[in-house]
T-cell receptor
Framework: DARVTQTPRHKVTEMGQEVTMRCQPILGHNTVFWYRQTMMQGLELLAYFRNRAPLDDSGMPKDRFSAEMPDATLATLKIQPSEPRDSAVYFC??????????????FGEGSRLTVL | RKEVEQDPGPFNVPEGATVAFNCTYSNSASQSFFWYRQDCRKEPKLLMSVYSSGNEDGRFTAQLNRASQYISLLIRDSKLSDSATYLCVVITGGGNKLTFGTGTQLKVEL
């Protein structure tokens, strides 16, 4: 049963610490998204990769967030330094598409981050 | 104005009722539309695509109104298991940007 895998599932850290979240997309999917979900803002797009190339990271605070895909089986989202306002659930999602994306997104179970 | 807007609810309805949600979008160049369902503390999952001519999947009917820039989801004969948050998704930017609404919460009660 193919699925998107995210680690860690839960993370509690102190303000100022570095946080790294990892995502293994479904094998064969060429599109990876990072979303952040809070009660107030809902799902916000942070970054988006196609064929490992970053296409859009305009939703990501550049001073502290970075997203990479070192290879086709791993996407990372890093926060350094973390702040309490970063507390949220971070979802990775993958899909397949050529050119314009019109397909279904498959989400991981999310990484629940709490920054104290 | 947000790109995609939904009434957050909650919509509390009795079992067997018919309920409808709307979702408005601001970009007239939006290309594709979907409804996702998210259960409490779970990840979103695709419920159905929304086609220009409208489409139905069992008790669920999705409609698109491009002139007024909204999509709708109708649930007939609602079940307790339909209780969830329903998210609309709009694709813009040449297919490169998926924007989610904040979701509408549905609670189906006995």
């Amino acid at each position: 049963d193919a699925r998107v895998t995210q680690t860690p599932r839960h993370k509690v850290t102190e303000m100022g610490q570095e946080v790294t979240m990892r995502c293994q997309p479904i094998l064969g999917h060429n599109t990876v998204f990072w979303y952040r979900q809070t009660m107030m803002q809902g799902l916000e797009l942070l970054a988006y990769f196609r064929n490992r190339a970053p296409l859009d990271d305009s939703g990501m605070p550049k001073d502290r967030f970075s997203a990479e895909m070192p290879d086709a089986t791993l996407a990372t989202l890093k926060i350094q330094p973390s702040e309490p306002r970063d507390s949220a659930v971070y979802f990775c999602a993958s899909g397949s598409g050529q050119g314009s994306y019109t397909g279904e997104l498959f989400f991981g179970e999310g990484s629940r981050l709490t920054v104290l | 104005r947000k790109e995609v807007e939904q009434d957050p609810g909650p919509f509390n309805v009795p079992e067997g009722a018919t309920v409808a949600f709307n979702c408005t979008y601001s970009n007239s160049a939006s290309q594709s539309f979907f409804w996702y369902r998210q259960d409490c503390r779970k990840e979103p999952k695709l419920l159905m695509s929304v086609y220009s001519s409208g489409n139905e999947d069992g008790r669920f009917t999705a409609q698109l109104n491009r002139a007024s820039q909204y999509i709708s989801l109708l649930i007939r004969d609602s079940k307790l298991s339909d209780s969830a948050t329903y998210l609309c998704v709009v694709i813009t930017g040449g297919g490169n940007k998926l924007t989610f609404g904040t979701g509408t919460q549905l609670k189906v009660e006995l």
